[in-house]
């Protein structure tokens, strides 16, 4: 995939604990312990190991051995919340 | 997608926002303050740790920031959040320029399990601090300290100049005082004469100088901007450190909801 995006937003990167509040507010339950497999490579890792992306009109969660998106989310005005988990093509 | 929410620690709490109050206001460096807060729903919290801090104008429009917890756990009833003041940062300046003893602040937390260390999870640690990532780390010095751990720890603590060393003298005191804890400043842009700690960014010698007594089964903590983050991190994976014993809390420029 083309790493061009995620040099440039490197800046901006956090990890997956700066979503915390936001997540355990959501599942009231602590997640960055959580294990996730990345969908595209398989790699195992909490969630709080993955890279954040946060400066965007939703959150987005990276893995960092392909870089691949293995969640976004989205949190509108309107009280709800817009999850996708999985592969991206 | 697989996922596993049960841990034996990890129990199911509702994250609630409380108002808390300013009993204390500590001026660290120049840009860089303590707030010693008490809650009245406090719950002990994991070294490493942090609150969301949430702001609401009078006509109802929120913005809200993640801080780490700087006090340990065995300082009970209240948390103290050290804050570095961002000229652009909405929630910061608020905080450095209005906020007073007796005012009141609305936060939720404790928050976050990934990037925790508690005295059970034994060592010997490495904390590796670039300016205000020191925050986490310093709760784990002093929860460290509290719990009298025998997990050897040894803090890297890169900061612009002598003047920016946040919590320098308690760390000095802390050195003097427990055998098993030892620190190593380096200075980027300018040092005082007769300064003995490193004098550059970090870079792959000074993390083997540091890192080498502690072999490759220490547990490694990284907090500070990304690029010190990512430096040191492969730097320490290079050094033959497994990456599952390194854990990285990178800050940028504002925190999420």
Known sequence: ?89 | METELIKEEVLPRILEWQISTVVKVRQETQSVKTFTLALPNWTPHRAGQHYDVRLTDPDGYQTQRSYSIASSPEQKGEIELTVERLEEGEVSTYLHDVLIIGDQVELRGPIGGYFVWEAHMGGPLLLVAGGSGIVPLMAMIRHWCAVQSNSPVRLLYSSRTYEDIIYREELERLRLEYSGMEVFHTLTREHPQGWDGYTRRIDIQMLEEVAKPFGSNLKAYICGPTALVEDVANGLVSLGIPAKQIRTERFGPTGVP
């Not at chain 1, 965007?56 to 509108?76: D, E, H, K």
């Open chain 1, 1 to 89: 995939m083309d790493n061009r995006w995620i040099e440039e937003s490197a800046c901006l990167m956090l990890d997956g604990n700066a979503m915390a509040g936001l997540m355990h507010a959501l599942f009231d339950v602590e997640m960055t312990v959580a294990i996730l497999e990345c969908a595209t490579c398989g790699r195992h890792g909490e969630i709080g190991s993955l890279w954040a992306f946060v400066e965007s009109p939703g959150y987005i969660l990276r893995c960092p051995a392909c870089q691949n998106i293995v969640m976004q989310m989205t949190v509108p005005q309107i009280r709800s919340t817009w999850i996708h988990a999985g592969r991206h093509i």
